[in-house]
């Protein structure tokens, strides 16, 4: 049985900095891509950046500039540095997790951005 269990959204101001962390437990394969995605009210879930177990990533171009996806392999922890936060940036985010034909996801995160 894999988990994953989200930690660190919250309300920030616009042009604030939040950093979402994302801890992975139970039979994972060491090679697994493991990413965010955000789901704002009334929109559908879009992906936010993914990271390869070997570091490669891939950002969504509306947030490319203003957030870094990392990972600690050791820990089975994916994080997510967010900057200068827009209050378009509110959502629900999720923590993603893949390996061979398996997914799983986290139950979400709330970041809400105040203008």
């Known amino acids: 049985q894999v988990q994953l269990v989200e930690s660190g959204g919250g309300l920030s101001q616009a042009g604030g900095s939040l950093r979402l962390s994302c801890v992975a437990s139970?039979?994972?394969?060491?090679?697994?891509?493991m990413a965010w995605y955000r789901q704002a009210p009334g929109k559908q879930r879009e992906l936010v950046a993914k990271i390869t177990s070997g570091g490669s990533t891939n950002y969504a171009h509306s947030v490319k500039d203003r957030v870094t996806i990392s990972r600690d392999n050791a820990k089975n922890t994916v994080y997510l540095q967010m900057y200068s936060l827009k209050p378009e940036d509110t959502a629900v985010y999720y923590c993603y997790l893949a390996f061979g034909s398996k997914e799983y996801w986290g139950q979400g995160t709330q970041v809400t951005v105040s203008s």
């Open positions: 139970g039979s994972i394969f060491s090679g697994n891509v």
